[in-house]
């Protein structure tokens, strides 16, 4: 299962519905456009977070061979979201987004880690993807739907086309609860499985706080705070991928992470400001030839928890529409 900057941005899209529901009018697309990109960051119409993680042990084998315990002594990330949005027809939403990560790690003993990896590594990684969202009605209520194509690789050459098909369907939306599900189909070879289930539910509280929860994606808590804060804490799901060219071979690390913690967000006119800080845990790391799947793995880290920090500042003019 891959949780990259394109899967984030789909998943997203599929909560069009909850403004577009009660709403008849095309110029309501761009107040949908404006709840999607306040639920997820990498969608807005820029984005740019730095991150680093504390110091860190993990266990590792190397073909079902157990390895000595190694440490990662530093680890940090910068990575990069462009999004474009085309609002040309009624019920029609078309997105170019242009993504990019770089991840700088430190291994204390890089000869028992993985193929290429050296005492100091310097890892790019970009995907670009086109999206096309479509909101109709099914058995009498709001249906959405989303195709999307995306290829990606790393500072030598193009690596990978994937595909991303949604279909979800409004089954509830009240001034507190919002209730969405659907199912995502994943057109790569390298997934772990072929579709995954997609679970929205919002509830807002009397006393201001606000449950989001989007399953498998995320689950939090949130509650505005001063004039233009909002404060939340829970969990996030995330991923770091890149590839590694060796003698005329690619392969593919990837790593699925769970990040608890808070998250404090601030808006300076049509620019958000984020802090995020806590406990991020790494469930599975695998290195795996890019012609094989994820599932067929040579190299496998079972990491110890550590602590991460991540600063943040995107630009998002949509916000005024949703007033």
Known sequence: ???????????????????????????????????????????????????????????????????????????????????????????????????????????????????????????????????????????????????????????????????LLTGSIMLKVTAQIKLLLGVAVIVDPSAQIPAIPIITYEHKFKNGWIADVILPKRLMMKKDVFENGRFSFGSEMDMTSFYLNQENRTYEYRQTEINTGIVYEHKFGDFIGTFKSGLRTIPTARVFDMKDNFNDYFYKATPKSSYYINFGISYNPFMKSKK
């Open 1 to 163: 299962m891959r949780f990259s900057t394109k899967t984030l941005l789909v998943l997203g899209f599929t909560l069009l519905g909850i403004l577009l529901f009660a709403q008849k009018t095309d110029s309501l697309q761009t107040k949908a456009v404006a709840f999607v990109t306040d639920k997820f960051p990498s969608t807005r119409v820029l984005n740019v977070e730095v991150s680093s993680v504390s110091p860190y042990k993990f266990s590792h084998e190397l073909e079902n061979v157990d390895l000595p315990d190694n440490k990662i002594r530093d680890f940090k990330q910068v990575k990069a979201n462009a999004n474009f949005y085309f609002l040309k027809k009624k019920n029609w939403t078309i997105t170019t987004s242009l993504n990019y990560k770089f991840t700088h790690f430190e291994v204390d003993q890089p000869q028992q880690f993985s193929p290429n990896v050296n005492d100091k590594n310097d890892f790019h990684y970009h995907s670009e993807a086109v999206t096309a969202t479509h909101i109709s009605k099914l058995w009498n209520k709001m249906a959405i739907y989303t195709a999307s194509v995306s290829v990606d690789g790393n500072e030598n050459h193009f690596e990978r086309i994937r595909g």
